[in-house]
């Protein structure tokens, strides 16, 4: 069977007037191709569906057809695919050529243009190019779907260490204040990962990962920033950041009392060549604040969870609530989705 499917080689052929059609399947069949004749728009986009390599269409099948269905087509393709057309023209120096060109160009995208007449073995030869181009695209549409299937698997395996670690801690370390705020910060490990298995891409949307932290304090959160899509290292890393945080507010800073409010904010700065991310948490209406005596393992996981650009993160214990500030690379959490 074909690497795309039983009929995902064949050529389409469109040409409804006169004897074009038959022609061109005949000229493609003796060269070893397999082909099949629509009769209209609606017949080939019928057979897009059930798959094909290419399709060979004269100008004049689209001259005065419906095309919207056709468009709907290509514009939901995979990312892996672009579906190639061989498009049948009259000659060069018609009246408004270009203007015409440019509308099919926009419409079918990756399209060839074979101007009438033209010898047998042109038509042959741009043909067989397209089937290898297809060929190519279902390839890579088996890597990626390759690539889909480890990086889940991967996944899964992580959640279930997680899962295994845990209950390796349960079974082994007495219950206590300290093994709570490890398997907190496990369940925020796995949570993380549930964010990046969520989408397609590898990473997952700032604005999640802080709104999961807090959404049971909606009504005393204000969360505002930039469109930023984090890679994957960088969503473990803020998700971290987050539950240490969250967890703080509610045990000793300003979500232990009912008029207690957190804000949470970034940015983006800078050009192309040099842009900063700049995150803000900030605490306001709870019990007075005062700087620890001591700096714990909380401490250091807020300073290096994230990487920093520059000076380290910034943590001001005024007596109206807690601040903290931390500056990083638009690169070091930049993924596809921000481009």
């Known amino acids: 069977m074909p690497r795309g499917g039983p009929h995902s080689e064949r050529i389409l052929i469109l040409a409804p007037r006169g004897r074009d059609g038959a022609v061109a399947a005949k000229l493609l069949q003796e060269a070893g191709q397999a082909t099949l004749i629509c009769d209209d728009v609606t017949e080939l986009c019928a057979e897009l569906e059930r798959g094909a390599a290419v399709a060979v269409v004269t100008e004049e099948a689209f001259a005065s057809s419906d095309l919207t269905d056709l468009s709907g087509w ?8 672009d579906f190639p057309f061989v498009l049948l023209t009259a000659r060069g120096d018609m009246p ?7 509308r099919f160009q926009d419409i079918l995208g990756n399209v060839t243009f074979l101007e009438r007449p033209f010898h047998a073995t042109t038509l042959v030869s741009v043909a067989r190019s397209a089937v290898r181009s297809r060929q190519r695209q279902y390839q890579a549409r088996e890597l990626l779907e ?4 480890l990086v889940h698997e991967v996944q899964h395996r992580s959640r279930n260490l997680l899962a295994v670690i845990q209950s390796i801690a349960s079974a082994t370390w007495p219950a206590d204040e300290q093994r709570d705020v490890f398997f907190g910060r496990l369940r925020a490990l796995a949570n993380a990962q549930d964010l990046l298995t969520q989408g ?9 990962i802080v709104a999961q932290a807090l959404q049971s304090f909606s009504d005393r959160v204000h969360i505002e ?6 890679n994957a290292r960088a969503a ?7 539950h240490e945080l969250a967890t703080n507010a509610i045990k000793y800073g300003a979500l232990t009392a009912e008029a207690g409010t957190v804000s949470v904010h970034w940015s983006v700065e800078g050009n192309s060549g040099k842009r900063i991310v700049t995150f803000r948490w900030r605490e306001r209406g709870g019990p007075q604040v005062r700087a620890p005596t001591r700096k714990g393992f909380g401490s250091k996981l807020l ?3 994230v990487p920093h650009a520059g000076d380290p993160p910034r943590f001001e214990y005024a007596p109206e609530g807690f601040t903290y500030e931390l500056q990083t690379a638009f690169e070091t959490l930049s993924s596809p989705q921000n481009s």
């Open 225 to 230: 920033g930039a469109e930023l899509f984090l």
């Open 236 to 242: 473990q890393g803020f998700t971290l950041v987050m």
């Open 146 to 149: 390759r690539q889909e299937l």
């Open 96 to 102: 408004n050529r270009n203007v015409a060109a440019a």
């Open 74 to 81: 290509i514009s939901t393709q995979l990312p892996w695919s």
């Open 303 to 305: 300073e290096h969870a």
């Open 200 to 208: 397609e891409e590898r990473g997952a949307p700032l604005k999640d």
